[in-house]
Structure formats: structure tokens, C-alpha cells
């Protein structure tokens, strides 16, 4: 079987009015659902997707009406910097049937952090989505942007330490055949995610820019992995009008009845 995925942070549905920071233009989804369409994934992962503090929406349901899709988790956990009447979280749609969904949390950074100019800056919750189908899995994240607050991941610090504990909770819970999404906010997640090579996951997207820079350098905070049960057939980065391009992968995956999903132990099934 072949399967197509897409991952995109999505900034609540926002297109950019600059490349400074925060500086969006008003809601979107349609724009959104354009190149999804043009697109045509079976599964999707979107980072800061919103959901309405009220519940009454979210760019998950919109996008999954657009797509012909089901939401198969949607997952707000923290208020939006974009927009104060949303939550800010991760969501995958597919048209797929999940058969479990496991939502774990990140640890949140020991220390409290500051902004540049010396403001405390909110506690944002990150999480790590992952869905078994019927014969494979698919991981969904986003990382905090931790350079915003003056470390990194590959400190030997701090950021270091913070690193070691976001490998624990995903050592916790993904099994192969994987197939991770995300944007991990660090160019090469490889480097610092120990278990993530003991998976022996590779890079399917090229190397390119996957987040446009005011000053032209090339950013890639945006990835997808697979584990060695897929054969990569094409990937690519689409340039949007977005703060975040559209990334995107199709894999061909051998149906195999002995694969590792029959010796899955999941627990803590949840739909939404």
C-alpha cells in the first residue's frame, strides 16, 4: 500500500502578513485547505492548530469537512500567542481508521523562562499524538522554541537536559512502523534524540528551508521520519504564504502480517 502524509504547522489557520515575528493575517482555513486538497494526503499532522477555548470549533474540524476526512485526535493544550479566544495543540485528520490513539505530555522546562526583553514567558504544553492503524503508526509533535529563550537542545546544559527528558517520554510510546511528524524546532532532531535512532528512522524530506527567515538562511524546524519497514518514493516542501511551508511524503509499505503492530501492547486509548 502506498501512503501519502503531510505535516504542517499551521499557526491557528494564519497566513503571514511579515516574516516578524507574530505578525499573522486574519484567519485563513480555506487558503489552508486549498493546498491540502491540491495535495491530496491520506493522513494529515497539523502543529498550532487551534481549537476555540469553547469548544465550539477548530481548525481540525474545519479542515477535516474540507478534506473529507475524520479528525482522528485533536489535542489543545495551551492559549494561543495568536489569537486569546483559542487553544493552541496538535491534530491529525486522516482517512484512515485509527485503531488506538495515545496522547502523552512533554515535560515542561524545570526553570522559568524569560523573553529578551526580560518578560516571563507562559507555559506552553507540548504533547506527542501517536495512532496505530491497521498496519502501521503515525507520531505528531511540536517542541518548544527553546532558542527563543536563550539555550538550545544541544547545550550540554539545560537545554541538554530538557532534550533527555522529551527521549524518555518518547521512548515511552512510539513502536515501528512509524511513520513521525512534526516540528521539532531543531534542525537536526537526530542528534539529540537518542531513541529516534535506536528506531533507525531516516529524514524524508529534503534539505531545504522549511521555515522562511528574514535573512535567507535556511531554516528546518520541520520533519518527517519513517523506520526502515517504508520505502520513501517522493517527498518535498511546498513555499505557502505561511510562517511554515507545507511539508509532505509518500511511502509504499508492504502489508506484512508478522509486522511489529501484532506485538503492540498499547494502553490509555483516546478518540476524540
Not at 140 to 160: R, V
Not at 169 to 177: F, G, Q
Not at 223 to 237: M, T
Request: glycine residues 4%; proline residues 6%; contains cysteine.
Amino acid at each position: 500500500m502506498n501512503i501519502r502524509i503531510a505535516s504542517w504547522n499551521i499557526a491557528g489557520g494564519h497566513k503571514v502578513a511579515s516574516l516578524e515575528h507574530f505578525d499573522y493575517l486574519p484567519k485563513d482555513i480555506p487558503y489552508f485547505a486549498e493546498q491540502l486538497i491540491n495535495l491530496a494526503p491520506d493522513v494529515v499532522c497539523l502543529q498550532e492548530s487551534h481549537t476555540k477555548i469553547n469548544g465550539t470549533d477548530s481548525n481540525a474540524s474545519d479542515l477535516a469537512k474540507f478534506l473529507g476526512m475524520e479528525i482522528v485526535v485533536n489535542s489543545p493544550n495551551s492559549p494561543s500567542h495568536i489569537d486569546s479566544e483559542y487553544l493552541l495543540g496538535n491534530a491529525i485528520v486522516s482517512k484512515l481508521k485509527p485503531k488506538t490513539v495515545i496522547e502523552k505530555y512533554y515535560p515542561d522546562p524545570k526553570e522559568q523562562l524569560y523573553w529578551s526583553n526580560g518578560k516571563p514567558a507562559d507555559i506552553h504544553k507540548k504533547n506527542l499524538e501517536y495512532v496505530a492503524f491497521e498496519e502501521f503508526n503515525v507520531a505528531n509533535n511540536q517542541m518548544l522554541p527553546i532558542k527563543l529563550f536563550g539555550f538550545t537542545y544541544d547545550d550540554n546544559d539545560k537545554g541538554s537536559d530538557f532534550a533527555k527528558e522529551i527521549n524518555r517520554v518518547m521512548s515511552e510510546t512510539v513502536k515501528t512502523p512509524v511513520i513521525w511528524c512534526g516540528d521539532f524546532n531543531f534542525f537536526e532532531p537526530l542528534k539529540i534524540y537518542s531513541f529516534m535512532n535506536e528506531l533507525n528512522l531516516k529524514e524524508a524530506l529534503p534539505d531545504v528551508t522549511t521555515r522562511p527567515s528574514q535573512d535567507g538562511q535556511k531554516k528546518k524546524s520541520d520533519h518527517i521520519y519513517y523506520s526502515p519497514e517504508f520505502e520513501l518514493l517522493k517527498s518535498g516542501v511546498i513555499m505557502t504564504e505561511t510562517d511554515h511551508y507545507l511539508c509532505f511524503a509518500e511511502f509504499e509499505f508492504q502489508t506484512n502480517p508478522h509486522h511489529l503492530m501484532g506485538k503492540l501492547s498499547l494502553c490509555g486509548t483516546l478518540f476524540r
